[in-house]
Every structure is written in structure tokens, then in C-alpha cells.
């Protein structure tokens, strides 16, 4: 079986390398704009692929060459760009291969969309990997077959350095038995980190909460929100922060209140440090984490109930740890990179079985 993955992301690309290098059934080529592979071995090609657009007729006829010469059974494409890019380069081939896309949001692909023509309604598309069940019910919802969506959560890079709590409130100056309250997101509208901070105004009486957001703030009424007299000294905005997940291990809490979301990275990558979640409802969150199991969801939008639970959870330090350790359980359990690669390949097999 020979596979041509485009533009996945790097901790897949090498455990797809590892599978490839240890079975005789599968001969790997990647293509992406840098290597991630480090080493690459006899089983694992790889190609550089530079593109900018869905239609970009340069990488069209370079895609096309290299799917001539490497014959693949299976394009796997990992970014709309490079799925139009790859419908279109197999366009009159008498030897064309399975196109695999990925798909990872909740919108719901209409023919009203040009661009949607070309990738996820495109009948060329035999397989769609879905990041969640909420994102596998928006190509539901497009009238893609269901025997063509498969359900195959993400896997993201370990911690190695990650920081501890005190270092966290050295570093920012919080006193330190402060109680940490944290997000890693782009704020955006979509991510509601509004409803984080009306959430947090609910609960000024607790004298040492404090919170920490690492992302790009893109969102105006939080950053007005963000001038309340109640919340502006408690709070640390970090902007854009490479390696932002080394900050999640100091955290109590890891709080999602997106409005829409497939799965989000920085919540698996809190999982999988062991830090207690709160998430919204939104999208293919509450999929993986097990409300009163692994953290606690509440309603999207309920600020008072996120609140709530913010309040409840500073009260029973023990129930953090027990959510903590049960949300790093289902991490390792669901998101792995070695529990992934396997769902993909066994996805490639009923593919080429069919």
C-alpha cells in the first residue's frame, strides 16, 4: 500500500514514518513545506510541496508529476489548499488514487461554496477523517454518505518542558498560593474568552484567583472587558507565545467556553498534562471530556454556570486532582500519537479494501 500524505502535522507524519518503517506493507511518502520526518528511512520518501492557494496552477502540475512517479493507492490531504490542489492534479490520470481529506471544523460544506466543489463535495473524495463526531455530523449535514466519514481524534506533540505552577507565578508575579485559572486560545469571538471573563467577574470574592491567556487577542469586547477595574490586575495576557502548551502544567484549571469548535489542540494538550478541563458544549469537546469524569461541561454561553463551577472547583482541590489524572487517562487512551497512527492506517486499509 503506497500512501502520500500532504501537510499533516509533524507527530503524525513521523508515527506514520515509525509504522512504515516496521511493516512491509506500507511505503510512506510526505509531503509538506519543511521535514518533519528528521531522518528519513527507506520505507519514507519525502517532498518538499511550497503552495499558497487552493488553485495555484504551479503546485497543480508539481502535485501531478509527483503522483505519476510515486504511484500512490492513497492521497491523504490534510489542508483544503492542498485537497483542491490534489483533485485537480489527478484530473484525466488513468491510475488515480483514493483521496483521503481531513476535516476539522463544524461548518457545513454547501454547494453554494465554489471552493467546496473542488474539496470536501468533490466526488473524487472516497474517505473524509473527521477530528470529532460534531465535525463527521457537518459533512453529514452536506449529504456526504456516512460510510465515508471516520471518526479519528487528534494526537499533538508532549510537553517535554513544561512549567510548573510556581515557576508560572514567579514568572508573572502572582503571589504564590494564588489560584490559576487559564486558556490558551486565539481569542477570537468564536472562542468565547467573553464568557471567561464575565465568568470571572461572578467570581471577584475569591480572594486569590488569577488568570493567565496566551494567545492573539482578535476579539474588541474582550479586550474591554479586559479594562474592568475587578479583573485588569488579575489578569495576564500573554499575546501570541511560542510553545504556549509548556504553560498549561501550571494551571488549576484549563477553560475552553468556545461558541463553535471541532476539537481543540490546547485542550488535548492540557489532558494529556494532567490538568483539570472546564469546556463548553460546543463541537466534539464534550466528546472527550466526560462531564463529571474527566472535568466538567457546562451550556455554551452560560457564564453564570461556568462561574459556578470555577467556584466549586477552588473549594475541592482534591476533585481537580481526580479530574487531572482521569483527563490525562483519556488523553493517552484516545489521543496518543500511537493510538492515532493506528486509526489511520486501519482507515487506509478498509479504504483500499473497499
Not at 508529476?65 to 492542498?82: A, E, G, T, W
Not at 476535516?103 to 471552493?115: A, E, F
Not at 479583573?231 to 484549563?254: E, H, S, V
Request: proline share 6%.
Amino acid at each position: 500500500m503506497r500512501v502520500l500524505v500532504i501537510n499533516a502535522p509533524g507527530i503524525l507524519s513521523r508515527e506514520l514514518q515509525s509504522r512504515a518503517k516496521a511493516s512491509d506493507d506500507l511505503q510512506l511518502m510526505i509531503a509538506c513545506r519543511t521535514n518533519p520526518l528528521g531522518q528519513v528511512t527507506g520505507s519514507t520518501e519525502f517532498s518538499f510541496l511550497v503552495s499558497r492557494r487552493k488553485v495555484d496552477l504551479g503546485a497543480i502540475a508539481r502535485l501531478r508529476k509527483l503522483i505519476r512517479n510515486f504511484q500512490p493507492d492513497i492521497v491523504h490531504c490534510f489542508l483544503p489548499r492542498s485537497l483542491s490542489q490534489t483533485v485537480l492534479a489527478t484530473i484525466g490520470l488513468r491510475r488515480r488514487p483514493k483521496i483521503v481529506s481531513f476535516y476539522g471544523i463544524t461548518r457545513v460544506p454547501t454547494w453554494r461554496d465554489p471552493s467546496d466543489w473542488i474539496t470536501y463535495l468533490n466526488p473524487k473524495v472516497a474517505m473524509h477523517s473527521c477530528e470529532s463526531n460534531a465535525v463527521k455530523h457537518a459533512l453529514l449535514q452536506a449529504g456526504i454518505q456516512e460510510s465515508k466519514c471516520e471518526v479519528i481524534y487528534n494526537c499533538v506533540e508532549k510537553v517535554w518542558h513544561s512549567q510548573s505552577k510556581e515557576q508560572l507565578l514567579a514568572k508573572y508575579d502572582f503571589p504564590t498560593d494564588s489560584f490559576v485559572v487559564g486558556t490558551v486560545a486565539s481569542v477570537r469571538p468564536v472562542k468565547g474568552i467573553d464568557i471567561l471573563l464575565r465568568a470571572l467577574l461572578e467570581c471577584v470574592h475569591i480572594p486569590n484567583w488569577v488568570s493567565i491567556i496566551a494567545g492573539p487577542l482578535q476579539d474588541p469586547v474582550v479586550a474591554k472587558l479586559a479594562e474592568h477595574p475587578q479583573l485588569k490586575d488579575r489578569i495576564r495576557w500573554l499575546g501570541y507565545t511560542p510553545n504556549a502548551a509548556a504553560l498549561i502544567k501550571g494551571m488549576d484549571l484549563f477553560v475552553m467556553p468556545s461558541r463553535k469548535e471541532g476539537l481543540c489542540r490546547a485542550l488535548i494538550e492540557a489532558m494529556g498534562q494532567g490538568v483539570c478541563p472546564i469546556v463548553s458544549d460546543a463541537g466534539g469537546m464534550k466528546e472527550i471530556v466526560r462531564d463529571g469524569v474527566d472535568g466538567v461541561v457546562f451550556p455554551s454561553e452560560d457564564y453564570k454556570n461556568l462561574a459556578s463551577i470555577i467556584q466549586r472547583l477552588h473549594a475541592a482541590p482534591e476533585l481537580i486532582s481526580q479530574y487531572g489524572n482521569s483527563a490525562l487517562e483519556r488523553a493517552e487512551a484516545m489521543c496518543s500519537p500511537q493510538v492515532v497512527g493506528e486509526r489511520v492506517v486501519k482507515m487506509y486499509e478498509r479504504l483500499m479494501a473497499k
